[in-house]
């Protein structure tokens, strides 16, 4: 495994450390915590946005909070869910007075500890709302659908209606539209290395890829001999296209995203036949990008989002944010 | 090798075309050329830029392209300096009537590319200045300090001065100064790989890494035993932050820039002792970010880069842009 890292136990606490001193305008830390918060939180008479996982998919979460989005995240150890005291310390640190928004991503151990943190926070008279986040279409039975990198639209657009003053039922149904109009899937070229095993989590052939993978390094659909980027793309879209029952005329929004130490070069080649699918199926893209935005860790590999928009989610989409790490929708 | 591509020889072509599918509202390309060009090119009344060089480096250069930075790139193919008849091309579809600025990484392939292309453009009667960047303080020659990271900033505060109407001789001079102010340097922890030769350009053991790496794999100042995340920030910082001749109260732009295959975890953790360098050196910090901007390949590495910032480059950094791959400053 070569990293740049100092001390494979303190990763999290160092890259937080690292992300906050990068954005000191935006971002601050609370103490002794894995909390990062918007910088001016609470912010009165906001809804409050507020999410958080296991770390090892940077910019996943702290890269998203900011004005416009997230008001708080909180990094858990690396592939593992934060502890309910740090997600309770974050409500009470960004209520602003109109309740906060749980925006939680599909995986047992995260519903547990937000759900033990959102009962501490009622008993404490906070409004709590909660979207589940669960975008990828790999897991064919719905229960146990995964949150990948789709949550990124959910934060954008449910944030961005709370910054314009949305009540916390507003802002909780928007989240709910973007989660049920969102799906994604995912591919793996290669394994990834937890910083304090140091060694793959599991092990592709150099023929190999998997198909579906998830952003743990959890099975995919299938494993298979290595295919070509418009392969890859085509076998994607067909089962994120079909899943949304995507018809013509039908507008999204796109998001390429790679999955850690996927190049720029791969990820634009990627792209190009998922457009071209998109325009050849009638398809209109209200905007599309590609980028590194949900990871897993040092893994290779790329996973396409499509988010079937409205109007008031393509209003959302264009509204002013200052995060480190959402891009740019130009 | 592993890769997101279809065809080995098609990789320069089939990416362009990516990045014109995903970004059609900013981009367009010439046809029958890997020009990328500002939609809507060219722009009456406004000094035109343009950049170009090898491909590998992705999202240089064709990620800067759009209002407010580039008018034009043109990408050569892998590691390769674009042909003069492309660059003649570029600057005749861009030239709107007050001249042509050309930013060249300092690449004896590239100069020569450009220069033949310059001559050609003021046969036609083109106004032409011309910006080259070297900001690699890797290379103890100044004269062949080659262009790497730092390049972006040049397009950046050149292109805003360019967008608020300055003249060809104002936007050169403030490309300039931002070069004789930016100072890089990079490491390399693993080599990259040619698309069309399928293998590791050099060998870098599995505890060895290269200080003062190039963007092609050129030789840096010396290989070593793997270091730790702190130990290459300080390395690095030190090159740099002498070469710039950096002082009490000096204020700077900081870029953590990842090679291609760095994870952002990485990035940040690496971050955070890059910038508790300059706090406890007492260097001002304007604005901070990491990224990667300028790759090579799937090389796994870092560079960093610091500009000296005056008033009218901040005032620069921050006006609006839309490009694909200019990062927020917040």
Same sequence: chains 1, 2.
Avoid: W
């Amino acid at each position: 495994m070569k990293k740049l890292l100092n001390d494979v136990n303190l990763v999290v606490d160092e890259e937080l450390e690292g992300l906050v001193l990068l954005y000191p305008n935006v971002l601050r830390r609370l103490p002794n915590s894995n909390i990062i918060l918007r910088k001016e939180s609470p912010v009165r008479g906001k809804v409050a946005l507020i999410s958080g996982g296991g770390s090892g998919h940077e910019p996943l979460h702290g890269g998203f909070v900011g004005k416009g989005i997230l008001d708080a995240s909180i990094a858990g150890e690396v592939f593992t869910a934060p502890p309910p005291d740090q997600i309770y310390s974050a409500i009470k640190n960004v209520d602003g007075g109109r309740g906060v928004l749980l925006m939680i991503n599909n995986y047992s151990g995260d519903l547990m500890s937000f759900k033990l943190a959102e009962g501490m926070a009622i008993n404490d008279g906070i409004q709590i709302g909660r979207v589940i986040v669960n975008d990828d279409v790999a897991v064919p039975d719905i229960e146990k659908r995964r949150g990948v990198a789709g949550t990124i639209f959910a934060y954008k657009i449910a944030g961005a209606l709370a910054e314009r003053g949305g009540s916390l039922p507003d802002v909780q149904r928007i989240g709910e539209r973007v989660v049920a109009n969102t799906r994604s899937m995912g591919v793996a070229l290669t394994s990834c290395t937890l910083p304090n095993v140091g060694k793959p989590i599991f092990v592709l052939q150099d023929d190999e890829l998997e198909l579906g993978i998830g952003v743990h390094g959890e099975p995919g659909v299938r494993r298979t001999k290595m295919m070509s980027a418009d392969e890859i793309a085509a076998a994607l879209y067909d089962r994120v296209s079909k899943d949304l029952s995507l018809r013509d005329e039908d507008e999204v929004a796109l998001m390429v995203n790679g999955m850690g130490a996927t190049p720029m070069m791969d990820l634009l080649i990627f792209s190009r036949k998922v457009v071209k699918l998109l325009h050849e199926n009638r398809i209109r893209i209200f905007r599309s990008f590609a980028g590194s935005f949900v990871t897993s860790l040092d893994m290779a590999g790329v996973s396409m989002t499509l988010l079937k928009v409205d109007d008031q989610m393509k209003e959302m989409l264009l509204e002013p944010e200052f995060t480190a790490s959402f891009p740019k929708l130009i």
